[in-house]
């Protein structure tokens, strides 16, 4: 699935069974949550914590549901995504097309 089509495909979901979209303030507090949950899958299973008895560490679930509301986003303030990860390709090609390569912090293996 493309962008596009993922954007549409959370449209029709929307007018179907959502009613509406919550408004962008809504929408960017939903937002929020979602990477806050996703953080807290990270730190359990990549990081110090440990999981809570009976808790679900699903971290393509949670990254979709990133994904879900950024897509609800773009969509409600005509914002094309697919023009906007490719001016962001552009913008990070010519800005750090060496930068990263010259860091001597990340040439040492991890």
Request: aromatic content about 8%.
């Given at each position: 699935m493309t962008i596009k089509e993922a954007q549409q495909r959370v449209d029709a979901w929307i007018k179907q069974y959502g009613v509406r979209y919550f408004s962008e303030l809504t929408n960017m507090a939903c937002l929020t949550e979602e990477v806050g949950e996703l953080a807290r899958v990270?730190?359990?299973?990549?990081?110090?914590?440990?999981?809570?008895?009976?808790?679900?560490?699903?971290?393509?679930?949670?990254?979709?549901?990133?994904?879900?509301?950024?897509l609800c986003l773009a969509n409600q303030t005509d914002t094309d995504l697919t023009?906007?990860?490719?001016?962001?390709?552009?913008?990070?090609?010519a800005r750090d097309s060496h930068r990263h390569k010259d860091n001597p912090k990340l040439q040492t293996p991890v």
């Open positions: 990270v730190a359990r299973r990549y990081g110090d914590q440990s999981a809570k008895a009976g808790e679900t560490l699903d971290l393509a679930e949670e990254m979709a549901d990133v994904l879900w509301v950024l023009a906007a990860l490719e001016a962001s390709f552009r913008k990070k090609t």
